[in-house]
C-alpha cells in the first residue's frame, strides 16, 4: 500500500517537472509558430462552406 502511495507521487511528480519542461520550451518556441501561421495560406483556415452565412437546403443535406 505504501509503496503504491509513493509510486503515484513520484509519477505526480515527474508530471509537473515535464510540464512545466513543455511550458518553458512552448515560450521560446512561440515567435517560430506565429511566424509558420503567418506564412500559411488564408484559405488553410476559412473552409467555403459557410461563407454565406446561410443554410440552403443543398448545405442541409
Known amino acids: ?3 503504491t502511495v ?3 507521487g ?3 511528480a515527474a508530471a509537473g517537472f515535464a510540464g512545466r519542461y513543455v511550458l ?3 515560450k ?3 515567435p517560430q509558430v ?3 501561421f503567418q506564412s ?3 484559405s488553410a483556415f476559412s473552409g467555403g462552406y459557410y461563407r454565406e452565412g446561410k443554410w ?3 448545405k442541409a443535406i
Open 28 to 30: 521560446h518556441m512561440e
Open 6 to 8: 509513493v509510486a503515484v
Open 24 to 26: 518553458q520550451a512552448m
Open 56 to 58: 440552403t437546403r443543398r
Open 34 to 36: 506565429k511566424q509558420v
Open 1 to 3: 500500500m505504501a509503496s
Open 10 to 12: 513520484l509519477t505526480i
Open 40 to 42: 500559411l495560406p488564408k
